[in-house]
């Protein structure tokens, strides 16, 4: 992958590689947040595992793949992809969550929409 992050150096990556690399098929796309807040607005393609399921759907996330998970603001994201990379996954923390996302003018779903509140 060309200007992947080196495995086990940083688990932080902008909203932008990302999205570069979501768009390519290169990653998968896991959103940890809770309900109300996946409704209110996420990533397209993104798959939806609130962080108390994200251990027990281990399986179903494909190791061989690298994943990046996101939340809010990146530290949930975070937890997340700390674990993983424990576990031997190649994963990583969108640095800035959802809001620097946002914030950079990148595109939500649906079409209005937003990053939750609180």
């Excluded at 979501?22 to 998968?28: E, N, R, S, V």
């Excluded at 990046?68 to 994963?91: N, T």
Aim: hydrophobic share 40%; aromatic share 8%; proline share 6%.
């Amino acid at each position: 992958m060309p200007n992947a992050p080196t495995k086990f150096v940083d688990v932080d990556v902008s909203p932008q590689w990302v999205q570069e690399h979501h768009a390519a098929g290169d990653i998968q796309l896991i959103d940890v947040r809770e309900d109300y807040e996946w409704d209110s607005g996420h990533l397209a393609g993104a798959r939806h595992i609130e962080l108390q399921d994200v251990a027990a759907s281990a399986p179903t996330i494909d190791q061989e793949k690298p994943v990046v998970f996101y939340c809010r603001v990146g530290s949930r994201s975070s937890m997340a992809a700390g674990a993983f990379r424990r576990a031997g996954y190649d994963a990583y923390s969108m640095d800035g969550g959802i809001e620097a996302w946002a914030a950079s003018g990148l595109p939500l779903e649906p079409e209005n929409g937003q990053v939750a509140d609180h």
